[in-house]
């Protein structure tokens, strides 16, 4: 198993990502993300993998990916679609510095999900739980 790690440009929370991917699900029918690169790894990233999203620095939530298909965008250039499952999933907050495109992400490197992170973990703002587990605190 492996995951991609990706900067949510344009997103201000998991609630924003999670709105504007509703819309785009009404509209075409299906939540992807389009990238000009095909990941080689595919076939791990496809057996268990997710996306984890980076929102205004700190990787803030996941998405499984659940297939990769071939496409073509409007200006005629070959992509691939990435696939995702609709439910975005809480991680542990995780600050994450910028870079272009997307990156494979080890399952060890993964943040966990929130649920897993113990008791009122989802209470602590974003920021200050990011610099708690910066901290090893959290």
């Not at 929370?13 to 389009?34: I, P, T, Y």
Request: hydrophobic share 45%; glycine share 8%; with cysteine.
């Amino acid at each position: 198993m492996l995951h991609l790690i990706k900067l949510s440009v344009g997103s201000d929370s998991v609630d924003s990502l999670r709105r504007w991917q509703a819309m785009r699900r009404k509209q075409v029918g299906r939540v992807f993300h389009r990238t000009r690169m095909t990941p080689r790894r595919g076939a791990e990233l496809l057996d268990g993998g997710s996306i984890y999203w980076v929102i205004k620095g700190v990787v803030r939530a996941r998405q499984r990916l659940i297939g990769l298909e071939p496409a073509v965008d409007e200006n005629a250039r070959r992509c691939v679609l990435l696939l995702l499952d609709p439910a975005l999933v809480p991680t542990v907050p995780h600050a994450h510095r910028a870079f272009q495109g997307w990156r494979y992400l080890s399952p060890e490197d993964a943040p966990a999900d929130l649920v897993r992170a113990g008791d009122g973990a989802e209470t602590i703002p974003a920021e200050m739980a990011a610099a708690l587990h910066e901290l090893g605190l959290l």
